[in-house]
């Protein structure tokens, strides 16, 4: 803050000094690029005029390779608006300069250039424009359509939030609690959101190097930042707003979630295991919320299933992870606590951990809590059978390196995991 109050120029220089930009992994408009290589093999020069740090210009430059010069914010000038302007004006004369812009702040150099050009035009904005530079043009079309929004929330991610329903589902009391636990799945789903997009703005370094993530909205430039900056906080408030018609124990627990989540994305996914162990936390939360939605006291037999089980699927995922980079003969991961010579313990430990879960689910079918719920309680280990099958193979797509980095969205659209839950759901039945 001290440096903010010396300048927007002082401020970016400091965070120049601070942090590395990987200008590789940044998304480039295409339609911006085919133009200027087109004008630059028709022999025109071609400079950067941006508001960044002179350094990160520099080397975006260096990277493209076909700039004859660049002008960036530097001795305390920020190069934006009028001052851009006006230098550009100095270098090259009024008029003497065509410029691509793509934000409101560009009007005052448009206004001196000699031809506009905007980039991922909004259609308001280019509408905007052209009431006072009628030939002005328009590089590429911004499409942040809804289905990017409907990416960026990670809809399919709310499978995870039916976790809430377990224990109602356990305990043979839905019925009674079916509303309480509709309302915690939309809380939930709608905190979760948030997060995901709060993650992504401060992953975006990692989720650009990304084989995968770097086509998620941000990363890939398709959804402005500033309006991810501006989502996440409505989600949740209607997360927490929809708590409000629940138990107070409930908005406790999404408070700790959410508290959970944020230390998670902010801290503790850069430390070895103890990521891990919050992501399995993070998952025995919303069985926790589950519970307290309904007014249930959790089950011990339950919540020792979960602790093993979500830390099988939080290793696998760092398994996976690992196993991606080593592929594409990658390094160690960056930003991340492990190496990629930690992956054999890596996969004990998922091993280890997938098993024991099973031992607890089969210590709880011959329990005496099973008798009193279901009639034919001994079909119940069939569960175990299809379990042991189910992350037996988990593993092994994990090391053969055919496991999506999200295992729970593998477990949703993987069709030998579907049927497996079907099986389970079918004993379930018959134990009845």
């Not at 440096?3 to 601070?18: C, H, I, M, V, Y």
């Not at 979760?192 to 709060?198: D, P, Q």
């Not at 299933?305 to 398994?319: E, G, N, Q, S």
């Not at 054999?344 to 099973?358: D, E, H, T």
Request: proline letters at 4%; one cysteine or more.
């Amino acid at each position: 803050m001290k440096t903010l109050r010396q300048g927007k120029a002082n401020f970016k220089s400091r965070l120049a000094d601070e942090a590395v930009v990987e200008i590789e992994t940044l998304p480039f408009n295409e339609d911006v690029l085919v133009f200027l290589k087109a004008e630059h093999a028709r022999g025109r020069p071609i400079y950067i005029a941006s508001a960044s740090d002179r350094r990160y210009v520099e080397a975006l430059a260096g990277h493209l390779g076909f700039f004859t010069g660049v002008f960036g914010s530097e001795n305390g000038l920020n190069l934006a608006g009028e001052v851009k302007a006006q230098r550009l004006c100095e270098a090259f004369g009024e008029k003497g300069f065509d410029y691509i812009g793509d934000a409101a702040i560009d009007e005052a150099v448009w206004r001196r250039a000699h031809s506009v050009y905007i980039a991922n035009a909004d259609p308001r904005h280019l509408a905007e424009v052209r009431a006072w530079a009628p030939e002005a043009s328009a590089l590429g079309m911004r499409k942040s359509h809804w289905h990017e929004y409907v990416r960026a929330i990670r809809v399919h991610q709310w499978l995870k939030n039916l976790l809430v329903f377990v224990p109602a589902l356990a305990a043979h009391e839905l019925g009674p609690g079916l509303g309480a636990c509709i309302l915690a799945f939309l809380s939930f789903s709608l905190c979760a959101s948030s997060v995901y997009i709060l993650n992504d703005l401060l992953d975006l370094r990692n989720d650009r190097a990304h084989a995968r993530k770097k086509e998620r909205p941000f990363a890939a430039g398709r959804i402005p930042l500033l309006r991810g900056a501006l989502l996440f906080p409505v989600l949740l408030g209607l997360s927490f707003l929809i708590a409000l018609f629940l138990p107070w124990k409930f908005l406790g627990v999404l408070a700790a979630y959410y508290a959970l989540t944020c230390a998670y994305s902010f801290t503790l996914k850069r430390k070895m295991l103890v990521d891990v162990v919050a992501l399995a936390c993070l998952y025995g939360t919303r069985l926790w919320a589950g519970a307290a939605a309904v007014g249930l006291a959790i089950s011990p037999w339950l919540m020792a299933f979960a602790i093993f089980i979500f830390l099988c699927l939080a290793l696998v995922k760092r398994c996976s992870e690992l196993i991606d980079r080593m592929s594409k003969g990658r390094g160690d991961p960056v930003g991340r606590g492990y190496r990629l010579s930690d992956l054999p313990a890596l996969q004990s430990m998922a091993a280890a951990a997938g098993y024991v879960s099973v031992l607890v689910l089969a210590l709880y079918f011959n329990s005496d809590v099973v008798v009193p719920l279901y009639a034919h309680p001994n079909w119940l280990w069939v569960i175990c059978v299809l379990l042991l099958f189910w992350i037996s193979r988990v593993l092994l797509l994990t090391h053969r390196g055919e496991m999506h980095d999200d295992p729970v969205v593998f477990a949703a659209t993987d069709r030998i995991s579907q049927m497996t839950a079907v099986a389970c759901g079918l004993v379930i039945f018959v134990s009845q």
